[in-house]
């Protein structure tokens, strides 16, 4: 047995810069890792279940072992076997024990703010933390709904972590139209929602990925789900016994989303990535690259668990520039910093619009794909809450050295953009990677892509 326990990049001391090249065209078989909203939400609900929960092919990132630490902490016992299956013994809804220690959730506002939804329901005080990117990232949007249900939350200025919460035996099960598109504060709602007596409901005016509301009609809560005039409404009955579940584990969307861009940018590419999760709430970044003009087919549709997979091949064609409406966003929240590269590649104009919820992601994204897109001469410029990409008609200038703030997501989106760039692309640290994609640059080399890598103290070193 493996007892993996987490640890997060910035407790490593030393910088890991990469560089990224154009060289062969991509192509051959890639297994992307698994999905990591649905990894985390299996050892929640996992958790929450009577007895012992079974997930395949979970995600075994920095982000995922963080939730899997934390909730070890509060009694769960969770262990991976040697053929890599993770198992879950649910203590049941409202069964966690107080933790003996700060909660650290690393890098990841998912565990972050799902976790304050379990805790709600619990009758002891956890205080929370995280590394400086989820420290920066605003928490009041969780703070909001589960205080006005009875918890009590004391955060720094600005609704920021470290906080701390004391939940309770008795939480009142509320309405909540939420403020902002977000699935985790839908998620956090819900899970608090079921240690609540009666039911709790959650309005979302644009749908958010549905993962915990599929897993937990797949362990047998009883969820309501209806279309109103505000729009989507899903009711949970509160304080139901759950039933453990075994849980296949798509590859993530989001990470298929660095080689399949790769794919569609680099001229003569064709990669091959089975069993990617096709949920309709993720896959906007796919629909965005066809109108572009890709070469994209999703082979053998199936259903796996109770969520949509296909295979996907992904073929190089030139692209041209796309306007992505904010009605998209939700789909592809997650995806924008690596359709950049594919529109700084495009001809013509690229406009992503409604895309604020950018600037309180593991990073200013909106600051970081423009100032990257610039380093790597390409012009780019924001309005308020919309993103304009002028495509270079083909490879990129590059040379730019980019600064990953703490994001994995910069930091493969600006590699990928190297691959198609007329020279290098350097990433200052790519350490944050290993949150959700645990073995990328490997994964990539064995497409055929050019990317180096090593650990420097000294930043003007290593990797060129
Ligand atoms: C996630 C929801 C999204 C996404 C994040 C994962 C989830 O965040 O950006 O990577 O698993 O629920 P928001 O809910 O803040 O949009």
């Known amino acids: 047995m493996i007892d993996n326990t987490a640890s997060h990049s910035s407790s490593r001391p030393t910088p890991r810069r990469a560089t990224a090249r154009a060289g062969a065209a991509l192509s051959g078989f890639a297994r992307v890792p698994g999905d990591k909203s649905i990894s985390h939400r299996a050892l929640m609900l996992g958790a929450l279940a009577v007895g012992t929960t079974r997930a395949e092919g979970l995600l075994e990132g920095e982000d995922v072992l963080a939730t899997a630490a934390a909730l070890r902490r509060m009694g769960v016992g969770i262990t991976r076997d040697e053929s890599g299956i993770w198992q879950i013994e649910g203590v049941g809804v409202g069964g966690l024990h107080a933790p003996d220690d700060v909660l650290d959730m690393g890098n990841s506002g998912t565990a972050a703010r799902l976790i304050c939804g379990l805790l709600a329901g619990h009758n002891f005080t956890a205080i929370l933390t995280g590394d400086d990117s989820l420290r920066a990232r605003p928490m009041g949007r969780v703070i909001a709904p589960l205080t006005e249900m009875g918890a009590q939350m004391a955060s720094r200025d600005g609704g920021r972590m470290p906080l701390s919460i004391t939940g309770t035996n008795d939480l009142l099960p509320i309405e909540y139209v939420l403020p902002v598109p977000s699935a985790q504060v839908k998620s956090a709602v819900l899970l608090a929602g079921l240690h609540a007596p009666g039911k709790t409901s959650v309005i979302e005016a644009m749908a958010t990925r549905d993962h915990t509301e599929r897993m937990l009609a797949h362990m047998g809560a009883e969820l309501e789900i209806t279309e109103t005039d505000e729009g989507r409404r899903i009711t949970i009955t509160g304080q139901p016994e759950l039933n453990p579940a075994e849980i296949q584990i798509p590859a993530d969307p989001s990470s298929a989303a660095f080689p399949a861009v790769a794919a569609a940018i680099v001229p003569g590419s064709n990669v091959y990535l089975p069993a990617v999760g096709m949920n309709p709430a993720r896959i906007g970044l796919f629909d965005t ?38 009605s998209r966003a939700p789909s592809m929240i997650d995806e924008y910093p690596v359709l950049a590269a594919a529109a700084a590649c495009a001809s013509g104009t690229s406009v992503f619009e409604g895309v604020g919820e950018l600037r309180v992601k593991e990073s200013d994204r909106l600051a970081a794909v423009e100032a990257g897109l610039a380093a790597c001469g390409v012009a780019v410029w924001t309005e308020e809450d919309r993103m304009v990409i002028q495509g270079c008609g083909g490879p990129p200038p590059g040379s730019g050295e980019i600064a990953a703030n703490l994001d994995h997501r910069i930091a493969m989106s600006f590699l990928v953009l190297g691959l198609a760039a007329k020279n290098p692309v350097t990433i200052d640290d790519v350490r944050t990677v290993e949150t959700s994609f645990p073995g990328f640059i490997e994964t990539m080399c064995g497409l055929g892509a050019d990317i180096t890598a090593a650990e420097t103290a000294d930043p003007s070193k290593g990797a060129a």
Do not use: F, H, Q, T
């Open 289 to 326: 690259l066809v109108e572009m003009g890709a070469d994209i087919s999703r082979e053998n549709p199936r259903d796996v668990g109770g969520e949509p997979v296909a295979d996907l091949r992904i073929r190089a064609r030139s692209l041209k520039g796309v306007i992505v409406p904010a």
